[in-house]
């Protein structure tokens, strides 16, 4: 059995972008990690992980203080590649999206929201690994649960989805995703890192901040260093998707 886990960052006032990221790992694998993961937490005398909190409560900006050997993140790092096999993400620019796209004018269609362009993105991407790389093995979706967004407004697109997919991707049998809270599980919470992370990434590259000199910029490349997908939307690439949703609904 696989299992991927993923986890959301980003909101429109404070972040340019809309991340969603995530790992993929079998059972066993998965076992380790959080094994591992929770002895690294006791160690540091924390009882959960959320990279925000963590890196505010703890270091700030600059390069050295988060790269210190013993500090939560870069353990809790070495335990993520350590365990993992692949990675997945997709950003979306929040300008860009509500540009082309005017989600606030169509509350009818709520698949032109961000969020559930970027879940379906990401479930495209998954589908695409998984038809190539694991197409006879049995694979378990786990979201973060959201606070702004309804699961079942998320999910009200898979009938559809999961009919385009049985044409792009015939045989492919990839379970309905699930929802749940990342306090306690250490899967969600790697793919919390993962997500801030990259979303860390994007705001400093926003604010022409020397992505060189910055310890987030260093430690999404080893966040990443195993197999991964990841789709950065462009503003041109989100004016095309706009084009092709408005003639389908024409």
Same mark, same amino acid.
């Given at each position: 059995?696989?299992?991927?886990?993923?986890?959301?960052?980003?909101?429109?006032?404070?972040?340019?972008?809309?991340?969603?990221?995530?790992?993929?790992?079998?059972?066993?694998?998965?076992?380790?990690?959080?094994?591992?993961?929770?002895?690294?937490?006791?160690?540091?005398?924390?009882?959960?992980?959320?990279?925000?909190?963590?890196?505010?409560?703890?270091?700030?900006?600059?390069?050295?203080?988060?790269?210190?050997?013993?500090?939560?993140?870069?353990?809790?790092?070495?335990?993520?590649?350590?365990?993992?096999?692949?990675?997945?993400?997709?950003?979306?620019?929040?300008?860009?999206?509500?540009?082309?796209?005017?989600?606030?004018?169509?509350?009818? $269609?709520?698949?032109?929201?961000? #969020?559930?362009? %970027?879940?379906?993105?990401?479930? @495209? *991407?998954?589908?695409?690994? =998984?038809?190539?790389?694991?197409?006879?093995?049995?694979?378990?979706?786990?979201?973060?649960?959201?606070?702004?967004?309804?699961?079942?407004?998320?999910?009200?697109?898979?009938?559809?989805?999961?009919?385009?997919?049985?044409?792009?991707?015939?045989?492919?049998?990839?379970?309905?995703?699930?929802?749940?809270?990342?306090?306690?599980?250490?899967?969600?919470?790697?793919?919390?890192?993962?997500?801030? $992370?990259?979303?860390?990434?994007? #705001?400093?590259? %926003?604010?022409?901040?020397?992505? @060189? *000199?910055?310890?987030?910029? =260093?430690?999404?490349?080893?966040?990443?260093?195993?197999?991964?997908?990841?789709?950065?939307?462009?503003?041109?690439?989100?004016?095309?998707?706009?084009?092709?949703?408005?003639?389908?609904?024409?």
């Amino acid at each position: 059995m696989l299992r991927i886990y993923i986890d959301d960052s980003g909101k429109s006032d404070h972040s340019p972008v809309l991340v969603l990221a995530g790992y993929l790992s079998d059972n066993v694998r998965w076992t380790d990690l959080e094994s591992e993961w929770r002895a690294i937490l006791a160690d540091q005398k924390m009882t959960k992980f959320h990279a925000a909190e963590a890196w505010r409560g703890a270091y700030g900006s600059g390069l050295k203080a988060p790269l210190v050997r013993d500090s939560a993140f870069v353990k809790l790092l070495n335990c993520i590649t350590s365990h993992v096999d692949y990675a997945f993400a997709v950003s979306i620019p929040f300008e860009s999206h509500d540009h082309w796209f005017q989600p606030k004018q169509f509350p009818e $269609l709520p698949s032109l929201r961000i #969020y559930s362009m %970027a879940f379906y993105g990401l479930m @495209t *991407q998954i589908h695409q690994y =998984l038809y190539k790389r694991h197409f006879d093995k049995p694979v378990e979706l786990i979201f973060d649960e959201q606070g702004g967004e309804s699961t079942a407004r998320v999910l009200s697109g898979m009938k559809e989805f999961r009919r385009l997919a049985s044409t792009d991707f015939p045989g492919l049998n990839v379970s309905t995703p699930s929802f749940k809270s990342d306090d306690g599980c250490p899967g969600l919470q790697a793919a919390d890192m993962l997500a801030w $992370l990259l979303r860390r990434d994007a #705001y400093n590259a %926003a604010g022409q901040v020397d992505r @060189t *000199q910055t310890a987030e910029a =260093l430690m999404l490349g080893e966040a990443v260093s195993m197999p991964s997908t990841i789709k950065i939307w462009s503003d041109d690439d989100l004016r095309l998707a706009a084009e092709s949703v408005a003639n389908a609904l024409r």
